[in-house]
C-alpha cells in the first residue's frame, strides 16, 4: 500500500482501465489553490532556486552529482552538467517558481529538489497543457523521512498557481499506476572501457578483441558521403524540422507537442559555446548538451530527416581509473520516408532509420562518447537489434498526473513518449 500516492489523483491499484480519457480531478481556479507552503520539519525552509544565477545552478548539480539516480548495483549515478539542466530546466515559458528547493535553515545548504517544466502533451485524441516533474532528489542522508512526498505537493501547489493540473514524469521506480514501461538498450562503442569499469562483460565464448572488432564503426557517417546530405542542423531548418517532427510523431499514442520556440531551444540551444573551437563538424563543441543533425537532399534542398541525442554521463563509483561513463542518449529523429506509401510493410522505415541512427553511432564514436543508450519506445525497436544494442537491465516507467488513460502499447513495441 502506498500512503502517500492512495491519497493522489492518479489510477489506483485493482481501478481496471478507464472508459474514456480524463481528468480525474477538476481544475479550480486560482484563488481557491491552497496559498501556503506545505509546512516542512522546522529545521528546514523552502526556497525557489534561481537558476539563472550560476552559483545556484552549481548548488543543484552538486546536490543531483552525489545524492540522484544510480543503477541497482550501485556503480553509476547519473552526473547531469550544469549545462544540462541550463537547457533542460529553462525552456521557453518556464516558471521559476516550479524549481523548489529545501534548503538547511541554519547554514542554507540546499538539501532537496524537485523541478517542473511546460509541456505540452497529446495523449491519444486529447491536447494538454501539463508539467513534466523531473530531477526529484532528497539528500542521502534525509532518506525515508517522507520529505518526498512534501516536496511533491508542493510542487503541484506551484503548478496548481500557474493553472496547470495535469503532469507526466518517469521513475524506475513502480507506483500508481505506470501507464507504460520502457526499458534500456546500450551500443557499447569503447569496449575496453566498458568492460574496465564492468558496464559491460566479455561473454563466455568470446575475447575482448572479438567484442571490439564486432562493434567497430567506421569513422565517417555514411550519410555524410555525396548524395547523403547529412550536416549539422541549423536555425533555418527549424520549420522544416518542426514539420517532419509534427507529422512523424502521430504515429505515437502520446507526444509533446512542440511550438518552433520550443523545438528550436530542444534541438538548437545547450549546443555549448565557440563553435569555432570545434574538433571538425563531428567534434565536440566546448560543453555541448545536444547534437543535432539533418539530412538534406543535395537537388532539391528539401530536409528529408533529422535526429538529435544528448550527453548526459554517469559517475563511475568504484573505478579509480575512469571517472566518468561519458553516454549519449537517443532524443527525438523523424523521416519523411514514413509518408510515402508501404514503407513500413515493406521495410524502408526500418532501412532509414538503421541508416540515420548508424550514423548517429559513428557521430556518437568519433565525438569519444562511450556508450550511446535507446529506450523501447517511438519506433526505436526497429533498429536496436541490426545497429548492435544491447539490452539492459534498467526500466523506465511512464506515469501521468491526474490524467486517466488506458495503457500505452508496452515495450518490445513502437510507442513515442517523451
Ligand atoms: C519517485 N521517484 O513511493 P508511498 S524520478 C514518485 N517518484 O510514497 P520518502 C516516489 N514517488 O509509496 P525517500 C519516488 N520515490 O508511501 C519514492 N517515492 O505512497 C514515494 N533518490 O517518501 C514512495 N530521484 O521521503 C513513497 O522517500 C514516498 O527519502 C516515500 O525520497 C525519495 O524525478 C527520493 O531516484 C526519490 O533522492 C527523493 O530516494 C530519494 O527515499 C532520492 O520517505 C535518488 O515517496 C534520486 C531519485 C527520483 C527520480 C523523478 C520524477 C519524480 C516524480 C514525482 C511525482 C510527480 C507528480 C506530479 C506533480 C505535479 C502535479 C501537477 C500538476
Ligand atoms: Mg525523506
Known amino acids: 500500500t502506498h500512503k502517500f500516492w492512495g491519497t493522489q489523483p492518479v489510477p489506483q491499484p485493482g481501478e481496471g482501465p478507464p472508459i474514456d480519457d480524463g481528468y480525474i480531478e477538476p481544475s479550480v481556479p486560482p484563488e481557491e489553490v491552497r496559498q501556503e507552503p506545505y509546512p516542512l520539519p522546522k529545521e528546514f525552509e523552502w526556497v525557489t532556486v534561481d537558476l539563472t544565477n550560476p552559483q545556484e545552478t552549481t548548488e543543484v548539480y552538486e546536490l543531483l552529482c552525489a545524492n540522484y539516480v544510480e543503477d541497482d548495483q550501485a556503480s553509476f549515478r547519473f552526473q547531469y552538467t550544469a549545462e544540462f539542466l541550463e537547457w533542460a530546466l529553462k525552456p521557453p515559458g518556464y516558471h521559476k517558481e516550479w524549481h523548489v528547493g529545501v534548503r538547511v535553515s541554519s547554514n542554507k545548504k540546499l538539501v532537496a529538489f524537485i523541478s517542473g517544466v511546460p509541456v505540452t502533451l497529446r495523449v491519444r485524441e486529447n491536447v494538454f497543457h501539463a508539467s513534466e516533474i523531473n530531477y526529484l532528489c532528497v539528500h542521502k542522508k534525509l532518506r525515508s523521512k517522507r520529505l518526498a512526498p512534501v516536496l511533491i505537493k508542493e510542487v503541484t501547489r506551484q503548478c496548481h498557481l500557474k493553472g496547470i493540473f495535469q503532469a507526466i514524469y518517469t521513475a ?9 514501461t520502457c526499458r534500456y538498450y546500450h551500443r557499447p562503442l569503447n569496449i575496453p572501457k566498458l568492460v574496465d569499469v564492468k558496464f559491460t ?8 578483441a572479438r ?24 536555425d533555418g531548418d527549424i520549420v522544416a524540422v518542426a514539420e517532419l517532427y509534427t507529422r512523424y510523431m502521430h504515429r505515437f499514442t502520446m507526444a509533446p507537442v512542440m511550438t518552433l520556440e520550443e523545438m528550436r531551444h530542444q534541438f538548437l540551444s545547450g549546443r555549448g559555446e565557440d563553435p569555432g573551437t570545434k574538433d571538425g563538424w563531428m567534434g565536440r563543441r566546448n560543453k555541448q548538451v545536444v547534437w543535432a543533425y539533418v539530412t538534406e537532399n ?5 530536409i528529408t530527416d533529422f535526429f538529435t541525442f544528448y550527453s548526459l554521463p554517469s559517475t563511475i563509483m568504484q573505478s579509480t ?3 566518468l561513463l561519458e553516454a549519449a542518449y537517443m532524443f ?10 508501404g514503407a513500413e510493410t515493406d521495410g524502408r522505415l526500418k532501412k532509414r532509420l538503421q541508416e540515420i541512427v548508424g550514423d548517429a553511432l559513428i557521430i556518437a564514436d568519433q565525438a569519444g562518447f562511450d556508450v550511446f543508450n535507446a529506450l523501447t519506445l517511438m519506433d526505436n525497436c526497429e533498429f536496436l537489434q541490426d545497429l548492435k544494442f544491447g539490452t539492459g537491465d534498467g526500466l523506465l516507467n511512464f506515469y501521468l498526473y491526474n ?6 502499447a ?4 513502437a510507442d513515442g513518449v517523451p
Open 298 to 302: 543535395p537537388q532539391t534542398k528539401k
Open 321 to 323: 581509473r575512469y571517472p
Open 410 to 413: 508496452g515495450f518490445q513495441e
Open 332 to 341: 527525438y529523429y523523424a523521416t519523411d520516408v514514413v509518408f510515402e506509401d
Open 172 to 180: 524506475g521506480v513502480v507506483i500508481p499506476t505506470p501507464i507504460t
Open 211 to 234: 567484442m571490439v572488432r564486432l562493434h567497430k564503426l567506421q569513422p565517417t557517417p555514411k550519410l555524410a558521403a555525396a548524395g547523403g546530405g547529412l550536416r549539422e542542423m541549423e
Open 201 to 208: 562483460y566479455v561473454q563466455r565464448n568470446m575475447t575482448l
Open 403 to 408: 490524467w486517466r488513460t488506458a495503457p500505452l
